[in-house]
């Protein structure tokens, strides 16, 4: 049987009414897509797992697992009899939690919690889908001061997603979505992990182990924004019978910067099997940083791509065949590193005085910095 309890009657599931007018600097008004800028249209972007399974799983039945909700202040909880666990807290804000719903299903043991304040919006959703088994997954997120954040953990319509774990955090401002090891239809994600954290302005995207009808197991994205930066991390996503595994992509953008970290994803609908690559791009005052390792259908294992870029730089690093590539911008300079041959290494760097490049070990790799080439082959 279901329970719940609630510290406020009037905070608890009852139906959502917009304020008349505001009260106070941030009187319960909820961020707009305006206010937070364009760029948070990547909710869904590279997502259709994401899309499908997440948002789906949260009207795919009515009331068969848990589901709390907080408006616009108090705390709500409930639990079902297959230990599903949702809590929502709101100070000013609103909070939305949906663990293990789904019509004849049986999802077991999930856990969602949001909390949001002074004008946001946090929702979170674990283990969500009609007709799914999906167990065990673990979704949490937090939004202050005018802010976003969504999180969503093993959810999928038939699907069997289990062990993953999504976080989202967002402040003063920021958007932060996590999703981790959601897929419809025979899916079968498991111990994936997400997290983005986002403040100042920051925008932050973290999607690990996603794919519908997939087996992408233990990837890990991290995604980490500040000060107006923009970080993306995609690791291990893949539709259709992919089975993406052990792959980790860190992306940490500030003061401005942009970071987009891919490390062992599919790309379009052919199956792959692109395993423990590893991807990081670092972004600060102004600069791009783009790293792809082991992406796609000749993606391959074991590929490391790192990217820096400081100062109005740009700098976009692939590795793939067993391979590693490293590219480093401090200034207005453009490199380019493509490691694409088992064993090499490629490394660039530049200054803002226009700096050099350097190659090393084995290997074939092509270096592009400032709009000239150099490559080498054996």
Do not use: C, W
């Not at 088994?133 to 949490?140: D, E, F, G, L």
């Amino acid at each position: 049987m279901k329970k719940s309890t609630a510290a406020h009657a009037k905070a608890g599931l009852g139906r959502y009414t917009a304020p008349k007018r505001a009260r106070g600097a941030h009187a319960l008004r909820l961020p707009s897509a305006d206010s937070l800028g364009t760029k948070r249209a990547r909710v869904l972007a590279g997502g259709g797992a994401l899309a499908a399974a997440g948002l789906l799983g949260l009207v795919a039945a009515p009331s068969f697992g848990a589901t709390a909700i907080a408006f616009p202040f108090g705390f709500s909880h409930h639990s079902d009899s297959n230990h599903n666990s949702a809590q929502a807290g709101a100070v000013g804000g609103l909070a939305i939690s949906v663990a293990g719903e789904g019509l004849v299903s049986t999802n077991h043991r999930n856990h969602a919690s949001s909390f949001a304040a002074f004008g946001s919006l946090a929702i979170s959703a674990a283990g969500n889908g009609a007709g799914g088994s999906n167990n065990r997954n673990h979704a949490h997120a937090t939004a202050i001061n005018g802010s976003i954040a969504l999180s969503f953990a093993g959810n999928g319509i038939f699907g069997q997603n289990n062990h993953n774990r999504s976080d989202a955090r967002a402040t003063n401002g920021s958007f932060a979505l996590a999703a981790a090891g959601n897929g419809l239809v025979l899916s079968t994600n498991n111990h994936n992990q997400a997290v983005a954290v986002a403040n100042n302005g920051g925008s932050s995207v973290a999607l690990a182990g996603n794919g519908n009808a997939g087996n992408n197991n233990g990837n890990t994205a991290t995604a980490v924004s500040d000060t107006g930066g923009t970080a993306t991390a995609n690791a291990g996503n893949g539709d259709f019978f992919s089975s993406n595994n052990g792959n980790t992509a860190t992306a940490v953008a500030t003061t401005g910067g942009t970071a987009t970290a891919n490390a062992g994803n599919s790309n379009g609908s052919f199956p792959t099997s692109n395993n423990d690559n590893t991807a990081t791009a670092l972004a600060a005052t102004g600069g791009t940083a783009t790293a792809n390792a082991g992406n796609g259908a000749n993606g391959g294992n074991g590929n490391t791509a790192t990217s820096v870029a400081v100062n109005g730089g740009t700098t976009a690093t692939t590795a793939n065949n067993g391979t590693e590539a490293l590219g480093v911008t401090s200034g207005p300079a453009t490199v380019t590193v493509n490691s694409s041959s088992a064993g090499s290494t490629a490394t660039s760097s530049s200054t803002a005085g226009g700096g050099g490049y350097g190659g090393s070990n084995t290997g074939s790799y092509t270096v592009t910095l400032n709009g000239s080439s150099y490559s080498t082959s054996s």
